[in-house]
């Protein structure tokens, strides 16, 4: 009995020295990255309807207090001012995870569908790509809605500019469709992350909770739904471009923030890249990964 007493502290001290326990331990250890540095805009690209790529038209996104924040204190009227705040790098597999609340009133002009209206576009194309009168990104959207301190109004549901998805085992050309969150009313901060895996199947998460899955997302020949206005109504001068990609799967593309007339913040924005090595024997093998990409392993 003293024997195996004396060698438990021995064995415990070699096994914390043991590299690959250390190992081990080190690879589960989830490394996300802030995509806003809190500072300034470096990294994201701006693409607001009718204005040059990068105009930021009348300083609708502001950095303050560590915050993303979507704002139209210069503006007389919205008109048809949609803008997107694009992200330079293109993702496929991943997590990404946000705050964000909405403020104050809707700015004068703003539809009334857009009363504490915005959200984020996954897979979407780049800034660069758009038509310069294009509303909104071909895209999946994770909309975030706020409450009208009366009735129901769930948040991170799902639209579709210019896509479809298949959801509960069907293709489904809803141009929106509610997740089962529940309201928040008021200024509150709501918490958000979203898995999307590739081409396959996306989640979306409010606080610890799934609230709405879908599976390929993938190019529609309508922009908002069948017989709701043509891609030219939106902007898009190339509609046939995309028309003829009808049902091509969408497995990657940027992510960009909203803004379509409610003032909004968004703070904490992070991504887990799920892409990466996944051979062991690698220096940078990590368990979370999800899709193997052979030219970025190191050995």
Request: net charge negative.
């Amino acid at each position: 009995m003293i024997r195996t007493l004396l060698l438990l502290p021995l064995s415990l001290f070699l096994w914390s020295c043991n590299p690959t326990s250390q190992t081990t331990t080190q690879v589960e250890k989830e490394e996300w990255i802030s995509l806003f540095n809190g500072k300034d805009l470096s990294g994201w690209d701006i693409k607001i309807a009718g204005k040059e790529l990068n105009d930021n038209y009348l300083n609708t996104f502001v950095v303050e207090e560590d915050m993303l924040r979507i704002k139209y204190d210069e503006y007389d009227e919205f008109g048809t001012f949609f803008g997107h705040l694009y992200y330079e790098k293109p993702y496929s597999y991943y997590k990404f995870r946000f705050e964000y609340r909405f403020l104050g009133e809707q700015t004068k002009g703003g539809a009334s569908w857009n009363v504490r209206n915005s959200g984020v576009m996954f897979h979407s194309q780049s800034a660069q790509s758009l038509s310069f009168n294009q509303h909104f990104p071909v895209s999946i959207e994770l909309q975030t809605l706020g409450g009208l301190n009366k009735g129901d109004r769930t948040t991170a549901n799902l639209c579709t500019p210019g896509t479809m998805v298949e959801y509960k085992g069907k293709l489904d050309q809803t141009h929106c469709i509610s997740s089962s969150s529940q309201t928040y009313h008021g200024d509150q901060w709501v918490a958000v992350e979203a898995v999307v895996l590739g081409d396959s199947v996306v989640h979306h998460i409010i606080e610890t909770d799934t609230v709405l899955t879908f599976m390929k997302p993938m190019i529609d020949s309508s922009f908002i739904a069948p017989g709701n206005g043509s891609w030219e109504s939106f902007g898009i001068d190339n509609g046939d471009y995309w028309r003829k990609k009808h049902g091509e799967l969408l497995a990657s593309g940027h992510i960009a923030l909203q803004a379509e007339s409610h003032p909004i913040d968004f703070r904490n924005i992070e991504l887990l890249d799920l892409e990466g090595c996944m051979d062991k024997k690698a220096k940078n093998y990590r368990s979370y990964y999800v899709k193997h990409k052979e030219e970025d392993c190191k050995y």
